[in-house]
């Protein structure tokens, strides 16, 4: 009988630790790190599959969406002038990197991989400020 509070005390932590989320944000960093080149290559041998650059913008993109969606805030409009800023930023450099050249020449403009770098932490803070 004794076990049983500290069984349901642990059994609460669990399903109040943010599984989705977290997922999810493992899910879109390393789509990002792979567009951006901080990573090489990624590769599911289970499935005999590597990550190809769309399929990383489409990841990227549906776990960005998804986790605003389930985010505290839920509504656009809620956040400050510049967070929607911040928020937009990051989709459009995702998109716009790979399909729109003056982007991809602005990133590129910075240097390599300082560019690149620069990229990757602009999309992961306009993640950071979505799903808050």
């Not at 609460?12 to 080149?37: C, H, K, M, W």
């Not at 913008?57 to 969606?69: G, N, P, R, T």
């Not at 505290?72 to 928020?87: K, L, N, P, S």
């Not at 937009?88 to 990133?107: E, S, W």
């Amino acid at each position: 009988m004794g076990a049983t509070p500290k069984m349901s005390a642990a059994l609460s932590d669990y399903t109040n630790f943010r599984t989705l989320p977290a997922l999810l944000s493992v899910a879109f960093v390393i789509a990002s790190l792979y567009q951006f080149g901080g990573i090489s290559q990624v590769s599911l041998p289970w499935f005999e599959y590597t990550l190809t650059t769309d399929h990383a913008i489409l990841l990227s993109l549906l776990a960005f969406v998804i986790a605003f969606a389930s985010s505290e805030t839920r509504a656009f409009e809620h956040y400050q002038d510049w967070e929607q800023v911040v928020i937009v930023l990051g989709p459009a450099l995702i998109i716009g990197f790979q399909y729109v050249g003056v982007i991809t020449d602005l990133v590129r403009g910075f240097g390599d991989p300082l560019g690149l770098q620069l990229a990757f932490v602009a999309t992961v803070v306009s993640w950071s400020v979505a799903v808050r």
